[in-house]
């Protein structure tokens, strides 16, 4: 049975670690807390950890490169580990879900988000599932300001709720497949 890399989208450094952009690190590290799987190995230009959860093999990457080159660090890991598209998990922020909703989709575009598209970039392919956090549009303002801010005091209290539910998602997506998954997590 083939591992997964499980990989989660962020800007490195103090003063990201709780905007809006980096949701996928955040998922990832709640992940990581609740395995008991240490992402601290240098690596692949990002933070790397190995162990088992959901039943998988799995190989969790935080690229440490900024999002816009987030791409780089994806591609050698699943070089190094010699797995396919279809083994790779990418969690991300999403401008276009309300924040506090979670959906699952395979393939797709970039949608302006600059991570994936470093990842469409240098993969060569957009065909990978994806854990989509929702964190909502600003109603009028700068986008690119906008995810660059903290979540907010009402958005933080709810935030271990929307990690948890990225997880049940993802674990469902590897335990039972991606239609499935994506049949209830999108529905709700």
């Known amino acids: 049975m083939a591992a997964k890399l499980i990989v989660g989208l962020g800007n490195p450094g ?7 952009h980096n949701a996928g690190f955040m ?17 692949f230009s990002g933070l790397a ?9 799995v190989y969790l990457l935080k690229p440490q490169t900024f999002m ?3 791409g780089r660090s994806v591609a050698e890991a699943l070089r190094f580990y010699k797995l396919s598209l279809s083994d790779l998990i990418v969690i991300h922020d999403d401008l276009d879900i309300p924040f506090g909703k979670v959906r699952l989709k395979e393939g797709g575009g970039h949608g302006g988000h600059n991570g994936l ?20 549009r600003p109603l009028h303002g700068d986008v690119v300001n906008f995810v660059l ?31 499935k998954a994506m049949s209830i997590f999108n529905a709700k």
């Open 14 to 20: 103090p003063k990201y670690t709780w905007t809006r």
């Open 27 to 43: 998922v990832l590290d709640r992940l990581a807390s609740l395995s008991n799987i240490a992402v601290t190995r240098k690596a």
């Open 49 to 57: 950890g190995d162990g088992n959860w959901a039943g998988e093999r």
């Open 68 to 70: 816009n080159l987030s």
């Open 117 to 136: 598209r470093s990842l469409g970039q240098e993969l060569g392919s957009n065909a990978f599932a994806r854990v989509r956090v929702g964190i909502g």
């Open 149 to 179: 801010t903290n979540f907010a005091k009402e958005e933080m209290n709810e935030l271990l709720e929307v990690l948890d539910t990225s997880l049940d998602a993802m674990e469902m997506a590897i335990k039972e497949g991606m239609p």
